[in-house]
Nanobody, 128 residues
Framework: QVRLVESGGGLVQPGGSLRLSCAAS????????IGWFHQAPGKGREGVSC????????YYASSVRDRFTISRNYAKKTVDLQMDRLKPEDAGVYYC?????????????????????WGQGTQVTVSS
């Protein structure tokens, strides 16, 4: 059983930055494809970014491309989402998800390719 825990959320002003981390117990994240998802207030959960277990290829939704960066932190054993130039519409709950056999590219279209393991989410508030 893979248990995922997100951290790093908080309050930030528009234009600011946050770094989210996804950590796991019961598994090594290196072996999994990891996705980050965003759920805005009153809306459904949408894919934001993904990093593949096969070759660490990265994928981004068009709304965050060039502002967000996903990466594996091998020292901390986490998968991080660096979020820069944050906008009010980026606010919401961010979830990380893991699976050993999903196609990352679907996340770049906001879709869930069938991740089997999910964290509880971390809240991001973007407000002045």
């Amino acid at each position: 059983q893979v248990r995922l825990v997100e951290s790093g959320g908080g309050l930030v002003q528009p234009g600011g930055s946050l770094r989210l981390s996804c950590a796991a117990s019961g598994a090594t994240l290196d072996d999994y494809t990891i996705g980050w998802f965003h759920q805005a207030p009153g809306k459904g959960r949408e894919g934001v970014s993904c990093i593949s277990s096969r070759d660490d290829s990265t994928y981004y939704a068009s709304s965050v491309r060039d502002r967000f960066t996903i990466s594996r932190n091998y020292a901390k054993k986490t998968v991080d989402l660096q979020m820069d130039r944050l906008k009010p519409e980026d606010a919401g709950v961010y979830y990380c998800a893991a699976d050993g056999d999903v196609f990352c590219y679907e996340t770049s279209y906001g879709l869930d390719p069938g991740f089997g393991f999910w964290g509880q989410g971390t809240q991001v508030t973007v407000s002045s």
